[in-house]
C-alpha cells in the first residue's frame, strides 16, 4: 500500500481539505442519506475504500455510480460527528472521474445534465434553463423526454428564452479554469 503522503488520501486532502482518515466509519452519513439504497457504495463505503489509500479503491470509486447520485443535499455533513464534507468530496470526485475518463457508464444521463448545468454558469454566470435543457437533450439525444411541459411552461413565462448575463463572467470563466 502506498503511503499516506502519495496515495489519494493526499490527493484528495490537498485538493478538498477533507482527511478521509479521520472517518472512524461510525455510518452515520450513509444511514441518513436519502439515495444510500440505490447507491453502489454508500457515502461511508466511499471513505472506508479512500482510507485503504490504493490505486483500486480508488479507481473503484472514481468508476462508482454513487459519486454521481449524490445530490449534495448536505445530510451526511449535519451528521458526522467528524464533521467530513462529503458532498464537497463528492464534488471532487466527480471532476476527477471526468478528468481521468473513468465515469461510470450507466450514469450518462446524470452525466449529461452535469456537463450542461455547469455550461450554463460558465457562459452566462447562472442557471439558464432552455441553454440547460438544449445542452442536456443534444448530449443524450432524448428528444422527446418532457417534451408537453415545454409548451406550458413557456407560456407561463418560466422558460425565458434569452439567458440573464451577470456582471463578472470573465471572473466565472476564471473560477472555472
Ligand atoms: S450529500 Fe450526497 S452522500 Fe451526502 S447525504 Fe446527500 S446525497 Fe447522500
Ligand atoms: S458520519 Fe463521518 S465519521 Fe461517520 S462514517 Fe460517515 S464520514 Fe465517517
Redesign the pocket.
Known amino acids: 500500500m502506498p503511503s499516506e503522503k502519495q496515495g489519494c488520501i493526499a490527493e484528495v486532502k490537498s485538493a478538498t481539505g477533507v482527511n478521509a482518515n479521520r472517518c472512524y466509519q461510525c455510518g452515520k452519513?450513509s444511514a441518513?442519506?436519502?439515495?444510500?439504497e440505490n447507491?453502489d457504495y454508500?457515502?461511508s463505503v466511499?471513505m472506508r475504500l479512500l482510507q485503504t489509500n490504493s490505486e483500486e479503491c480508488y479507481g473503484s470509486v472514481l468508476r462508482s455510480q454513487?459519486i454521481w447520485?449524490?445530490?449534495?443535499?448536505?445530510?451526511?455533513?449535519t451528521?458526522c460527528p467528524m464533521q467530513i464534507d462529503?458532498?464537497l468530496l463528492?464534488d471532487y470526485l466527480r471532476a476527477q472521474a471526468l478528468e481521468k475518463k473513468v465515469a461510470n457508464k450507466k450514469s450518462k444521463k446524470i452525466i449529461a445534465f452535469h456537463r450542461a448545468f455547469l455550461d450554463s454558469l460558465r457562459y452566462t454566470g447562472r442557471l439558464y434553463e432552455v441553454g440547460l435543457v438544449a445542452g442536456y437533450k443534444l448530449r443524450t439525444l432524448d428528444f422527446l423526454q418532457d417534451l408537453s411541459v415545454a409548451p406550458r411552461m413557456l407560456l407561463k413565462g418560466k422558460l425565458p428564452l434569452l439567458p440573464e448575463m451577470v456582471k463578472g463572467r470573465k471572473l466565472m470563466k476564471k473560477l472555472f479554469r
Open positions: 452519513c441518513g442519506c436519502a439515495l444510500n447507491m454508500p457515502p466511499v454513487a447520485l449524490c445530490a449534495s443535499c448536505q445530510s451526511c455533513l451528521r462529503i458532498p463528492m
